[in-house]
């Protein structure tokens, strides 16, 4: 059996986020609630529009934002995609920097699920790339906002994700409700986007994606608006970003239930019971759509298991899978003939 771009996962380290966390999204504000003084950090969770008025008042920048991303649908059945609840950072009124972004951030730890990250506050404070190491650190995932045409080196990361949004209507947000509401692996190209308008056009376009920075334009003879490209800064597949840290969890996860209820011995018998972790994690991994299906299966192998006297002696086991993701197409190539023979005479 051959696999096509392999992705080999090491089962070293545990996750930062859980699993509910990944279609779970955090917004960052510096509004507080009404009348309150804005001098340090809090953390809200709403499940509705109504509640986030309520709190940060209805002429508020994040109640505008959080609109926005409630606003978004399924398609074609034009479906709310709309969360169980969602997560609100405020971080203090008045000169906040990026640290203390991230001291708050980090104060969270994983006392709050959440997968995804977007903000609403002045570039002075979220620089370019200002998230990028603790994205990678934590396993989240963010998406921003720019005006700027150009990615730097710093900003490169399978973790960071950047919208050109010429019009300042929040599109960032727009585009990560439809990437990660409806859960892990979904599709990022292609993305249908309501209450925004169309940025570009022409060979704008073709700019915009060398540098892998997405964009919204009109598609179709429906008039979508719709997110192009679909990818983080680095030119990495969204839905392979989310798709993966999907399976990393799970995996993780489940061998360690097994380890705190049963426990694995270093010998075949331990052996045999790791791969029957994995396999069963893998399937319901398939059963959600993340692993390729190859004539009815999906398609991974767990590769054969063994361990060196070093390892014995550190009590470590390193199994390793291969699989093939079930993402989505983003080019179909359509090739037609004409004849000019008669047919059905």
Known sequence: MEYQNP????????????????????????????????AAASIKTFSSSEEVAKYFGNNSKIYEAIQLFLSQKTYPAKQPLIPDYFHVLSVKKTGATKQDVVDALNELGSTVEYYSIAHILDPEVMTVGALNAFCNEKR?????????????DQEKSDRYIKIIDYSTENKAIAYMATCITSGAGSKSDMNILSGVTADVSGGKRVELAKVNINFAEKRTSKDYVVA????????????????????????IDNIEIAMAEK??????????????????????????????????????KILTITQTSTERQLKVIRPRVIFRLADFAKTIELTLERTFEEVNK
């Open 263 to 300: 426990g694995f011995k270093q010998d075949t018998r331990g052996y045999s019971l790791l791969e029957t972790v994995i396999s069963n994690v893998m399937g319901e991994m398939y059963q959600m759509g993340l692993i390729a299906d190859l004539n009815g299966k999906a398609e991974f």
């Open 140 to 152: 989240k995932i963010y998406f921003e906002t720019t005006t700027t045409e150009t990615i730097t």
């Open 228 to 251: 192009r490209m679909g990818v983080t800064t680095d030119g990495t597949d969204i839905t392979e970003v989310t798709a993966t840290d999907c399976i990393i969890y799970n995996l």
């Open 7 to 38: 992705v080999q996962i090491k089962v070293e380290m545990a996750p930062s986020f859980t699993k509910a966390a990944l279609n779970k999204c955090l917004f960052i504000t510096n509004e507080h609630k009404t009348d309150a003084d804005g």
